[in-house]
């Protein structure tokens, strides 16, 4: 645990106006199968899409986008994904501390604790998005600002609902550290501009951190799916779901 991880990952969409979207197919699973390409893209913000890029995107199949922001983050950062025409943009907003945390200079210690607040707070949303992702029969695109926290726990449970083995998980959630390296540096240079002090790994996706949420996922709900169905989902719905995924 903690160790340098050298499990592949996809790479980013060679995009203009985002770092951090990413296919979650080709991973493969404990008992030998493949999670399906064209099902799931995860993604950091789409407010700086370019037109080539939401054509690149609709190329690809993306018929839903799930924006978890907050209204707020909404309002300033219009997604470039909502009225598109054939695109289905719908906006859940997550539980999420972190920006008036930020201010407020009382931000979780490790993004693990912020992870296990989603996790204990925002059941519904979680069942709001999974069902949304059932309803949709193109690719379901799902996002926030940076696409490694809220974004990062909606992926993990994909994930480990399909049966991709937790290294797996971990490496796919630290790819964002790599990936949006020139937004942090951005980021840090504004924050600093309004004289706040951000912790160090605000801005990090460190294995361990989602290492932890998987195991704090294993002790309270034995799992991805037991999560869902605590949420709300049925059986039936989960199964669906993963035959849609997994190959």
Not at 4 to 14: A, F, G, I, R, S
Request: hydrophobic share 40%.
């Amino acid at each position: 645990m903690g160790k340098k991880n050298t499990v592949p990952v996809n790479p980013p969409l060679p995009l203009e106006g985002a770092w951090n979207i990413r296919e979650l197919g080709g991973y493969p699973t404990r008992d030998g199968r493949m999670t399906r390409k064209g099902v799931f893209l995860r993604a950091d913000g789409t407010h700086n899409l370019s037109a080539r890029d939401v054509e690149s995107l609709r190329e690809r199949g993306v018929t839903l986008a799930v924006d978890l922001r907050s209204p707020e983050e909404v309002r300033r950062q219009p997604s470039r994904l909502a009225g598109q025409e054939g695109i289905r943009y719908e906006n859940v907003s997550m539980f999420d501390r972190m920006h008036s945390a930020l201010l407020q200079d009382d931000f979780p210690k490790s993004m693990a604790a912020l992870y296990a607040q989603l996790l204990h707070n925002a059941g519904v949303e979680y069942a709001r998005v999974f069902r949304l992702f059932l309803e949709n029969d193109g690719v379901s695109l799902f996002h926030c600002t940076a696409g490694k926290d809220r974004t990062g726990v909606v992926a993990m449970l994909l994930l480990q609902l399909a049966g991709v083995p937790e290294e797996t998980i971990a490496a796919d959630y630290a790819a964002s550290e790599g990936n949006l390296r020139e937004q942090e540096i951005r980021q840090r240079a504004f924050y600093a501009q309004q004289g706040l002090a951000i912790p160090a790994h605000v801005f990090g996706s460190k294995p361990e951190d989602m290492e932890q949420t998987l195991s704090l996922l294993y002790r309270e709900y034995g799992g991805a799916a037991g999560y869902l169905r605590a949420c709300g989902l049925t059986q039936e719905e989960l199964s669906r779901l993963i035959s849609r995924f997994v190959q």
